[in-house]
């Protein structure tokens, strides 16, 4: 029997500073592999479970390196570029390692439980300053080794540090009901209600992910509804009130809701791991979307109080309980100037691009508050 230290599921990235991920500053943990097929993922490395090459073919030069290395021929080199039989390859990792242009990579990467906390706890500082911490992500961190993501959970907890578990629902319940004394806060996805809609773009059902939902708020689980808005699946008015309905109906009440509008800026990474971006047709909300803004912009004006620039950041203060969402109206209606926002009860620090672009922002909001 193996030891619980050495149940280690496959990590594709840690992101440091973090701050669309939860509360505060935070260092996200991408894991790899996810029980869902959502048509617009924007992390298909992710998707799988297992390891992967990942492959830049618009940036190789044909040199052919990597199938001269390749020990065991899976790589042959076709019309000046190199091809991959996926039987051969064993993920050795010497074509990564001798790629000239450093385009070649494995994706997925084990992590021992003490070695991935010690990455973790080098920006503890930065978690105290802001009221972050850590959040488990994916792919679908739920779906991981239960005893691992335990294992984690329960070091950051002895480290007081905050847990966010960011899920798409779709594990059996027993899951979230072992971590749960060990998580601040879930960043939970509400895709779309229609059943048929969700196995159309979503690959699967979503009963089990809306039972785990009211179960996980009747344990009083702090629950932050995340719902991607498309155009073409929910991206409408009759969605967003059968969600609103649903969350009535079981006497739901998130700590926010966050709505995210679809963007394609993942559909670049499909090529490189030999996969279809499948979501060419859709699109973000165009009247729903200005109308959402409308609403956005009253929250924001009715809220904020003063504004000012501390050295890199532009200062809101709001009235008391108002800041987290000015701080999520700020982020929506000001994409191209701000690059973050972290909020408090009553204060908001925006990230801004530019110094340029801090007086701009400055600018418009006193217009608003005026």
């Known amino acids: 029997m193996r030891r619980k230290e050495n149940i280690m599921d496959l990590i594709t990235n840690i992101q440091k500073y973090s701050i669309h991920d939860g509360d505060g500053i935070r260092t ?25 090459i990942q492959y830049d073919r618009e940036k190789c030069t044909g040199c052919g390196a990597c199938a001269q290395v390749c020990p065991n021929h899976a790589i042959t080199m076709e019309e000046g570029r190199p091809k991959l039989d996926k039987k051969l390859c064993t993920l050795c990792g ?3 390692n001798f790629c000239t242009q450093g385009i070649r ?3 997925g990467q084990k992590y021992p439980v003490k070695a991935l906390v010690k990455e973790l706890m080098k920006d503890l500082m930065f978690y105290e300053q802001s009221g972050g911490g850590v959040t488990l992500s994916g792919g679908e961190v739920m779906a991981m080794s239960t005893d691992y993501i335990l294992e984690i959970a329960k070091a950051l907890k002895k480290e007081e540090v905050s ?25 939970y996805d509400v895709k779309v209600m229609d059943p048929e809609l969700h196995k159309q773009y979503i690959g699967v059902d979503n009963k089990l992910i809306l039972d785990n939902l009211v179960k996980l708020s009747d344990a009083g689980a702090r629950i932050y509804i995340r719902i991607p808005t498309v155009k073409e699946v929910n ?3 009759e969605n967003m009130n059968e969600t609103i309905r649903f969350l009535k109906e079981h006497d739901i009440h998130p700590a926010q809701v966050n709505l995210l509008p679809y963007h394609n800026t993942g559909s670049s990474k499909y090529p490189k791991l030999d996969m279809e971006y499948k979501g060419n047709d859709l699109s973000a909300p165009t009247k729903e979307e200005r109308d959402i803004n409308d609403k956005l ?4 004006k009715n809220a904020a109080i003063s ?11 709001t009235l008391t309980g108002a800041a987290s969402a000015a701080a999520e109206a ?3 209606l000001y994409t191209n100037d701000v690059a973050g926002t972290i909020a408090g009860d009553n204060t908001i620090f925006v990230l801004v691009r530019s110094d340029e672009k801090a007086v701009e922002l400055i600018s418009k909001i006193r217009k608003m508050i005026s």
């Open 105 to 107: 990579e494995i994706v």
């Open 28 to 52: 996200t943990v991408f894991f790899k592999g996810c029980p869902l097929k959502c048509v617009w993922c924007h992390n298909p490395e992710t998707q799988r479970f297992e390891q992967e």
């Open 235 to 237: 991206g409408n008015e």
């Open 307 to 317: 504004v000012e620039q501390v050295d890199k950041f532009v200062v809101v203060k």
């Open 163 to 187: 847990l966010t578990i960011d899920t798409c629902g779709y594990v059996p319940y027993e899951k979230f009901e072992a971590i749960l004394p060990y998580v601040n806060t879930f960043l």
């Open 94 to 96: 010497k074509c990564e």
């Open 297 to 300: 912009y009253s929250i924001l």
């Open 330 to 332: 700020i982020d929506s």
